[in-house]
């Protein structure tokens, strides 16, 4: 699903719709014209009970994209208290120190909010391995730091701000860039989609029904929650991106003075 864009996750998804509910209306037009027997009662409660396993599995599905949306959001004003808590425990470093420990918490943050704002992989890539170069800088300038007085609390403190910063940091990697709805679950929806829609097509045409533009209506609903539960799941698409406004007014506040 990564691989296709969001508009063709959409209209690949409304053509299979329906195409599912054609097919399944011509099968019911060839039984019903083979038979009188097919009645419309089993029939239609067949179809009903595939609709619900349907919406149980995207109800599920989107149970999972919104949770992790809504981690992302955490995440976020995690990683920006964390910063700041590295910023100010910064001062405490000697004078040869303190500014480039300044100069790289702020370019810390420009490339993690450049990391969320692109829309490239690779340049995704990019910041998150210039991330962890920084912060592998930050922590040799600790080490160093910390040796000249072993007991000292500032430095304890100092170092504590620059692991919790460097957990939140694979946090949200992981949680935002890594975690995706397995395969498995993407097919079972699916499959079951279809399955739903030929079940839809072939109720109609039992029941002597003529197509109907409803049919469309019914199709673009179910293409416009797959989209939803595909964009949720992909945060680079940037159709429902993740608010980097606390990180932002962190990095405001830091052009604003010393931390």
């Known amino acids: 699903m990564d691989a296709l864009p969001i508009w063709a996750v959409f209209t690949t998804t409304l053509l299979l719709v329906v195409a599912a509910i054609e097919a399944g209306y011509r099968l019911g037009r060839a039984a019903r014209s083979r038979s009188e027997h097919e009645k419309e009662s089993p029939v239609s409660a067949i179809a009903a009970t595939i609709l619900a396993l349907l919406a149980f599995i995207m109800a599920f599905t989107f149970g999972i994209v919104s949770d992790r949306y809504d981690s992302r959001k955490a995440l976020v004003r995690e990683e920006a208290n964390a910063i700041r808590t590295a910023w100010s425990r910064a001062d405490f470093l000697p004078e040869a120190d303190r500014g480039e420990a300044a100069g790289l918490l702020r370019d810390y943050v420009d490339r993690r909010v450049a990391a969320v704002r692109s829309s490239e992989i690779a340049q995704v890539r990019a910041a998150v391995a210039e991330s ?119 990095r405001a506040s830091m052009d604003a003075g010393p931390g």
């Open 132 to 250: 962890g170069r920084i912060q592998r800088r930050l922590w040799d300038m600790a080490v160093v730091n910390a040796r000249k007085d072993m007991n000292s609390d500032v430095a304890a403190l100092y170092v504590e701000s620059l692991n919790t910063l460097a957990n939140v940091h694979a946090l949200r990697v992981n949680v935002g860039f890594q975690a995706r709805i397995p395969a498995g679950i993407w097919l079972a929806l699916y499959a079951l989609m279809m399955l739903s829609m030929l079940a839809v097509g072939y109720h109609t045409a039992i029941a002597g029904s003529r197509r109907s533009w409803i049919m469309l209506v019914l199709a673009l609903a179910f293409s416009l929650v797959i989209t939803l539960i595909a964009a949720l799941d992909h945060p680079q698409v940037g159709f429902l991106p993740v608010s980097q406004q606390p990180l932002e007014d962190l």
